[in-house]
C-alpha cells in the first residue's frame, strides 16, 4: 500500500518571503502522480500542482513548484512570493497510474501554513 | 464553468438516524469519489464509480452504501449514525479517460453533525 508523508505539521513564512513544505511518500510503484491541494478556511479542495512520475522536470505553476525526487521519493512544494491568500492547509496526494487500477488519491496528513504579514 | 456540486452543504443528524448526501458530478465526468474527512485530519477514501457501476472501495463502514445513477449523480447513504461518524464529505468527479493525471475537481463537501 502508498503511504504519504508530512513532516511538518505547521509552517509559517513572512509576507513576499518563500517557503518550502516537504512530502515523501512509499510506493512500490514506478509509473504514478502526485499532487499538491490546497484547503483553506472554507474547506474547499482546490488543485494547486500536480507531477507525473516519468517526467524528470519539475511542475511549476506561477509561483507555485515542485522539487520532485523519484529515487529519494520526496516531493517538496515551493511557493514563492507568499501573499496572505497562500494561508491554507497544504495536502500532498499520490494516485497510481497503471490503467485498471485503482484511481482513488491517498493523502498526506497536512502542512497548516500561515502566512505573516 | 460548472462545478462539482453537493447537497446538502451541512446537515445535522441524531445518532442512530439515516443521512443521505447527494453529488452532481461535472458534466461528461462519468467517475465520482467520496472522502471523508475528519477533524483535523486528512481526507479517507470512502468509495468511487464509473459509468454508474462501482469500481473502488475503501474504508467505508458496512452501514454506509452508495450509488451512481443514470445521470451519473451519486448518493451516499448513511445508516444508523454514530457520532464518529461527524466529518466532511467531499464528492470528486474526473473523467475517467482523459482525467486520470488532473487530479480530481472536488466539491465543496456536506458537513455533517451527528449529536
Known amino acids: 500500500a502508498q503511504t504519504v508523508t508530512q513532516s511538518q505539521p505547521e509552517m509559517s513564512v513572512q509576507e513576499a518571503e518563500t517557503v518550502t513544505l516537504s512530502c515523501t511518500y512509499d510506493?512500490?510503484?514506478?509509473?504514478?502522480?502526485l499532487f499538491w491541494y490546497k484547503q483553506p478556511p472554507s474547506r474547499q479542495m482546490i488543485l494547486v500542482i500536480r507531477q507525473e512520475a516519468y517526467k524528470q522536470q519539475n511542475a511549476t505553476e506561477n509561483r507555485f513548484s515542485v522539487n520532485f525526487q523519484k529515487a529519494a521519493k520526496s516531493f517538496s512544494l515551493k511557493i514563492s512570493d507568499s501573499q496572505l491568500g497562500d494561508a491554507a492547509m497544504y495536502f500532498c496526494a499520490y494516485r497510481r497510474r497503471l490503467p485498471g487500477s485503482a484511481r482513488q488519491l491517498t493523502f498526506g496528513s497536512g502542512t497548516q501554513l500561515t502566512v505573516l504579514p | 464553468a460548472a462545478g462539482v456540486i453537493q447537497s446538502p452543504r451541512h446537515l445535522i443528524k441524531e445518532k442512530r438516524e439515516t443521512a443521505t448526501l447527494k453529488c452532481y458530478p461535472i458534466p461528461r465526468h462519468d467517475t465520482v469519489y467520496w472522502y471523508q474527512q475528519g477533524p483535523g485530519q486528512d481526507p479517507q477514501f470512502l468509495i468511487s464509480?464509473?459509468?454508474?457501476?462501482?469500481?473502488d472501495k475503501g474504508s467505508i463502514p458496512d452501514r454506509f452504501s452508495a450509488q451512481q445513477f443514470s445521470d451519473y449523480h451519486s448518493e451516499l447513504n448513511m445508516s444508523s449514525l454514530e457520532l464518529g461518524d461527524s466529518a466532511l464529505y467531499f464528492c470528486?468527479?474526473?473523467?475517467?479517460?482523459?482525467?486520470?493525471?488532473?487530479?480530481?475537481?472536488f466539491g465543496s463537501g456536506t458537513r455533517l453533525t451527528v449529536v
Open positions: 464509480f464509473y459509468e454508474k457501476m462501482q469500481s
Open positions: 470528486a468527479s474526473s473523467q475517467r479517460r482523459t482525467g486520470a493525471g488532473y487530479g480530481y475537481t
Open positions: 510506493t512500490s510503484e514506478s509509473d504514478y502522480y
